[in-house]
């Protein structure tokens, strides 16, 4: 029996098929094999966009990231500084706390910051330390919140799960990396029931809450640089992954079991819509593949000489890539037409943050752009 299907849903489809008529390729779409990303984006921020440069920092690490909470804007660099930029003042905070900063800050009424010395602490707002926890290894990644805990990952492989009222350590899920790795670190995926996260070795995992292995996915290919550093995108019955040397691959949510793979690595997130897996190839292009076969639906090569490492799909409409040179390249998702290009300078391999209808991106100098 088929499901109800609203009418923005069927709106979609119709501009799909538009597109689609007035291109060389032709997609036929079976509405049933199309299952909704569990959490479906409202938001959308569409061009033509403008491109302001809102505030430096000064040097951020490989991977850095923006955090935003109650209009204020949380980074760490790699001086060893908290920045807090207030977004409807302009006004800035800082606080020194003495050791270089590479995972990305997570805040509500308190501050939670990871360093490079392996030291987890959570500040107020003043810069007066609450708590703080040593670990062996450099805190890296995203720290996630979930249910009062939070989500920590450190350079060994291991992710940690904390206690954020005392910095207690409920559990830890290790598994040892690869030879040889890039930098980079996946984002913890936290559903009702599971946690998906991909580590070092080239592998997806699927954990229960009380960090239990419920089943394991090689998704790298070989044994060196085959990290899975890209968030894992779900719908009600795939996961889908991507490796930096290895493989695209779609998997069965329940059972761990490979449903098709595309010989396509990708250092950037993976971004889904009802109709399309975005894909940032290593070949400094983009491909829109159909996420029940794998099939390549679009490919738009936006440079032969840099990487796509950050990619965010505003609304299902429009899809904003950035290459590592600052080049800013806004697709139309449905079919990979080119609206809008911006070129901002610098280097670039952090994540977009998304906030009230604005991209937040920040170069390793530090320079944090606003795109709206």
Not at 25 to 39: F, S
Not at 129 to 157: A, H, M, R
Not at 182 to 207: C, E, H, Q, R, W
Not at 308 to 325: E, I, R
Request: proline fraction near 3%; charge should be positive.
């Amino acid at each position: 029996m088929l499901k109800k299907i609203s009418p923005l849903f069927l709106l979609s489809i119709i501009i799909f098929s538009m597109y689609s008529c007035s291109s060389t390729k032709h997609i036929n779409l079976t509405v049933e094999e199309k299952p909704l990303p569990i959490a479906k984006q409202t938001s959308i921020v569409s061009p033509p966009v403008k491109v302001e440069k809102i505030y430096s920092v000064g040097p951020v690490s490989y991977r850095a990231k923006i955090f935003i909470y109650n209009d204020t804007l949380f980074i760490g660099s790699t001086n060893k500084h908290i920045y807090m930029i207030n977004l409807r003042t302009h006004d800035i905070k800082s606080f020194d706390i003495k050791e270089p900063i590479e995972a990305e800050i997570y805040a509500d009424n308190y501050i939670y910051v990871g360093t490079t010395k392996g030291q987890l602490l959570k500040m107020d707002y003043k810069g007066g330390i609450i708590w703080k926890k040593q670990f062996s290894f450099p805190i890296v990644g995203s720290i996630i919140e979930d249910e009062g805990y939070l989500y920590v990952t450190t350079t060994n492989n291991t992710l940690y799960k904390i206690d954020k009222l005392d910095g207690k350590i409920m559990w830890e899920f290790h598994r040892n990396t690869a030879p040889m790795s890039v930098k980079g670190f996946s984002v913890p995926v936290i559903t009702n029931d599971a946690i998906y996260i991909g580590f070092d070795n080239g592998m997806l995992y699927k954990l229960t809450k009380n960090g239990d292995e419920i089943w394991e996915v090689k998704v790298g290919k070989g044994e060196l640089f085959v990290d899975v550093d890209s968030k894992a995108e779900l719908t009600s019955s795939h996961v889908y992954a991507t490796s930096t040397t290895g493989y695209t691959q779609s998997v069965s949510i329940d059972k761990g079991i490979n449903v098709w793979s595309k010989e396509i690595s990708s250092f950037a997130n993976l971004q889904i819509s009802p109709f399309a897996l975005f894909v940032a190839n290593e070949k400094g292009g983009v491909d829109a593949l159909d996420p029940q076969s794998g099939n390549i639906i679009w490919s738009k090569t936006l440079s032969y000489n840099y990487d796509v490492y950050s990619m965010y799909l505003s609304g299902n409409d429009y899809l904003f890539c950035l290459l590592s040179n600052g080049r800013l390249v806004i697709l139309n998702a449905l079919n990979g037409k080119v609206m809008q290009i911006f070129n901002l300078g610098g280097i670039f391999d952090s994540k977009f943050t998304y906030y009230k209808n604005a991209l937040y991106i920040i170069s390793r100098n530090g320079s944090i752009y606003k795109i709206y």
